[in-house]
Antibody, heavy 123, light 111 residues
Framework: EVQLVESGGGLVQPGGSLRLSCAAS????????MHWVRQASGKGLEWLGR??????????GYAASVKGRFIISRDESQNTAYLQMNSLQTEDTAVYYC??????????????WGQGTLVTVAS | QSVLTQPPSVSGAPGQRVTISCTGS?????????VHWYQQLPGTAPKLLIF???NRPSGVPDRFSGSKSGTSASLAITGLQAEDEADYYC???????????FGGGTKLTVL
């Protein structure tokens, strides 16, 4: 069974940092592109970024809203993806989901989602 | 402002048919990149509903169907049931942004 389990959410002050983890199981992690998506309360889904698979050199890409502040990485030995969030702002308050992409290219879709982890940025 | 435009809400009575539109542009749906749809029940993570414009994953009832034409796509739900009450999102890829993009979401209310 495919599972994605996020952790690391919580309360952080504006300007602070937080690292989210996404533990994966039930599929070949090394061959999968992993993406992060967030959802503010009562709002829609926002794509944040991705890290491609090993054959694609673990290339990363980010949405304009988080580029330069967020960093996506992965640890193949732990089957885990990470989202490092720096310079957090109140508008970053949201539930953060990690997702597995069906294919590591532009035609892919999100076949699996984690349960989400809540990040609250407030003083 | 989402790159893909969906109506904020739609509604229908049990047993009826509803459609949800998703309008994009020449850099995403019209490029043409595939459109995918997700269903998000209250308090849960999104779930894949339609992939590759019109394909249903295993387990998704055939009451759900998708189509695409030009720079737009549609999700149709026939034989509406109370359990279909959820938020629905379309998703594609945008070559100008080099990013995955989502629609703003549509809340389906079953009357």
């Amino acid at each position: 069974e495919v599972q994605l389990v996020e952790s690391g959410g919580g309360l952080v002050q504006p300007g602070g940092s937080l690292r989210l983890s996404c533990a994966a199981s039930g599929f070949t992690f090394s061959g999968s592109s992993m993406h992060w998506v967030r959802q503010a309360s009562g709002k829609g889904l926002e794509w944040l970024g991705r890290i491609r698979s090993r054959p694609n050199n673990y290339a990363t890409g980010y949405a304009a809203s988080v580029k330069g502040r967020f960093i996506i990485s992965r640890d193949e030995s732990q089957n885990t993806a990470y989202l490092q969030m720096n310079s957090l702002q109140t508008e970053d308050t949201a539930v953060y989901y990690c997702t597995r992409r069906s294919k590591d290219d532009s035609s892919g879709y999100y076949v699996a989602w984690g349960q989400g982890t809540l990040v609250t940025v407030a003083s | 402002q989402s790159v893909l435009t969906q109506p904020p809400s739609v509604s229908g009575a049990p047993g009826q048919r509803v459609t949800i539109s998703c309008t994009g542009s020449s850099s995403n749906i019209g490029a043409p990149y595939d459109v995918h749809w997700y269903q998000q029940l209250p308090g849960t993570a999104p779930k894949l509903l339609i992939f590759g414009n019109s394909n249903r994953p295993s387990g998704v009832p055939d009451r759900f169907s998708g189509s695409k034409s030009g720079t737009s796509a549609s999700l149709a739900i026939t034989g509406l049931q109370a359990e279909d009450e959820a938020d629905y999102y379309c998703q594609s890829f945008d070559s100008s942004l080099s990013a995955s993009v989502f629609g703003g979401g549509t809340k389906l209310t079953v009357l």
